[in-house]
């Protein structure tokens, strides 16, 4: 056996790097055991051009060190990826996380040794690992979805995935470029790709609904007041459905605006004249679309916020038979994550940009030299593939785990991810998962959910070692109620619309059990709840 450390950790993402870093404190041995080469997980691997987050990055950041939070500079209001890997390499450095971190590491098997009460890990090259405890910091977004399309093995030129980009430099000057996918990864790697390629060729199944972000470098001025007011925006972000905190900076040239739009948000579209909407569009922007409640939840309030959309976008795009190839049509405005850009529009306004219709004309076959539609053969020097991920339960299935009595995790699932909290299973006693499915995850600020999730299960283990119990499992009627719970606040959003096929559905995997995966119902109440559960002993909880 390799190693038998108090805690095996799964991923070196935020998810790993936080729980070296809190379990060490505690006094818990800890390894952690990653399939990359260091740390940053999700911003390790989706090096694309033009990757960036979608979250302030201010807010999108550790709050475990008021030292960290002073000492680190962001150079822009929303951070590309090279500032996010950066800011986790430093937070490596910094608190000496790789200490406790086994690199160039897949786990393949992750298997409960019932008599032992351990769990024993084994990894791709075959070494083993065995601890009581184990949590599984693998990532919502992590395991990437390459469809099977046919032909594909015979692409002779170079084939790559947003999710999965080298870390060398990529040269795609003078080079007839494919990419398939117009989801977020897509839609941020798109106008990069048409600077860099000879011609790019953006083969779209399905049209996104896209808003401009904010591009703004960051104010000294403005990072200085977030510093000096950070305990409160904490606070604040604890209180807040998405974990980000609404402080508005005063230094903030943009105050008066978002004022506007918060406003905006506790009021309905409906209310406002055709004419008061189109001059919320025109002074403020696509995204002044998005902070109307009734867009979410009532289908006529959807229906006019998607309109002015078209509307906009048939401004934006200058051939009007590109733009409404572009338009959105059988699906609305907030079934899906909202995607974020720069100048994706425009960019279909370049003469070295093609977009292709995969609705218009299929997919017919990958051959040696590029793609093939139904009425074109599109020669290629390079294939990217901009196809998303497995999301949410993909790295946890990927991982093949086994709990009591040999059952597979697979097996549990296989009519969808069943667990309490999106922090345990019933049957895997003392594993653990952080911002698993039925938890808030991908719909909080990433940073907020991961921080509270491992502190949830420290101070579980804290119990439990304190009080002399050997295993930790939920109650079977405990993960009944909490999954019809998820799936009841679900019901009447946008996200779960009979004509919503999005990755929070499952509904980009063939075979995928459509369920909604991630907790809507916000994540103050979501956190209320599982501090209840610790307060009362761990209710709805088997503990032994
Ligand atoms: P997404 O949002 O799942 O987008 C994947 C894109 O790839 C989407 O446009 C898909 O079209 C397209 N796709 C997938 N399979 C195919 C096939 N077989 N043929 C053609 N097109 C295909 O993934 P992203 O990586 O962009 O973003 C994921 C999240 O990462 C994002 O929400 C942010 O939170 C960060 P489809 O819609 O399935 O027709």
New binding site residues.
């Given amino acids: 056996m390799a190693d038998s450390p108090n805690v095996l950790v799964v991923g070196a993402g935020f998810a790993g790097m936080y729980a070296v870093y809190r379990f060490r404190r505690q006094g818990l041995t800890v390894k952690v055991l990653e399939a990359g080469s260091d740390v940053g997980g999700?911003w390790y691997w989706?090096r694309y051009p033009g990757a960036r987050c979608?979250v302030p990055s201010l807010e999108y950041s550790y709050s475990f060190s008021p030292e960290l939070e002073q000492e680190w500079d962001w150079p822009e209001v929303f951070s590309a990826q090279t500032d996010i890997l950066r800011y986790a390499n430093h937070v490596a450095d910094r608190f000496d996380l790789r200490r406790d971190m086994q690199f160039n590491t897949r786990v393949v098997g992750v298997e409960y040794r019932q008599d032992e009460n351990l769990w024993r890990l084994t990894t791709e090259q075959g070494e083993q690992f065995e601890a009581a405890f184990v949590v599984m910091a693998t990532g919502c977004?992590s395991v990437p979805?390459k469809?099977e399309?046919p032909g594909a093995d015979s692409f002779v030129g170079e084939v790559l995935h947003?999710?999965l980009w080298p870390k060398e430099h990529v040269d795609l000057a003078g080079k007839q470029v494919g990419i398939?996918?117009?989801?977020?990864?897509?839609?941020?790697a798109i106008p990069e790709l048409a600077k860099q390629a000879g011609h790019l060729y953006v083969?779209?199944?399905?049209p996104?609904y896209t808003v401009p972000a904010n591009r703004k470098q960051m104010r000294n001025d403005v990072q200085q007041e977030f510093r000096d007011s950070y305990r409160e925006i904490r606070r604040m972000q604890q209180r807040n459905q998405g974990g980000i905190s609404t402080f508005r900076p005063l230094q903030s040239d943009r105050r008066w605006q978002r004022e506007g739009v918060d406003r905006a948000s506790e009021k309905q579209i409906l209310k406002l004249t055709p004419g008061q909407r189109r001059n919320l569009v025109a002074t403020q922007g696509l995204a002044s679309l998005l902070a109307f409640r009734d867009v979410y939840t009532d289908p006529e309030a959807n229906d006019v916020a998607n309109e002015l959309y078209r509307e906009a976008v048939r401004g934006m795009v200058a051939d009007p038979v590109v733009a409404a190839r572009l338009l959105p049509k059988d699906y609305g405005l907030g079934c899906?994550?909202q995607?974020l850009d720069r100048d994706y529009y425009a960019t279909f306004n370049r003469d070295d940009v093609t977009l292709v219709d995969?609705q218009e004309t299929p997919?017919d076959t990958i051959t040696a030299q590029g793609l093939r539609t139904s009425d074109m053969q599109y020669e290629l020097d390079v294939l990217i593939?901009?196809?998303?991920?497995d999301?949410m339960t993909g790295a946890l299935l990927k991982a093949n785990v086994r709990g009591r009595d040999g059952r597979s995790l697979a097996d549990k699932w296989r009519y969808g991810p069943v667990a309490y909290l999106g922090l345990q299973m019933q049957g895997f006693p003392n594993l653990f998962t952080v911002t698993g499915p039925g938890s808030p995850s991908?719909l909080c600020n990433m940073l907020v959910a991961i921080e509270q999730h491992v502190n949830w299960i420290g101070d579980c283990i804290a119990h439990m070692r304190n009080n002399g119990f050997k295993s930790i499992e939920p109650l079977a009627e405990s993960e009944d109620e909490w999954i019809a719970h998820v799936n009841e606040v679900a019901q009447g959003t946008m996200y779960t619309a009979p004509s919503c096929?999005?990755?929070y559905l499952g509904?980009?995997i063939a075979g995928k059990p459509r369920i909604f995966m991630p907790y809507v119902g916000g994540y103050p109440r979501y956190r209320e709840r599982c501090e209840r559960a610790a307060a009362n002993g761990y209710e709805g909880f088997a503990l032994q």
């Fill in positions: 999700t989706n979608d977004l979805n469809p399309l947003t999710g398939i996918g117009t989801g977020s990864s897509g839609v941020q083969f779209q199944r399905t996104v899906k994550r995607v995969l997919l593939y901009a196809t998303g991920f999301a991908v096929n999005s990755w509904a980009n």
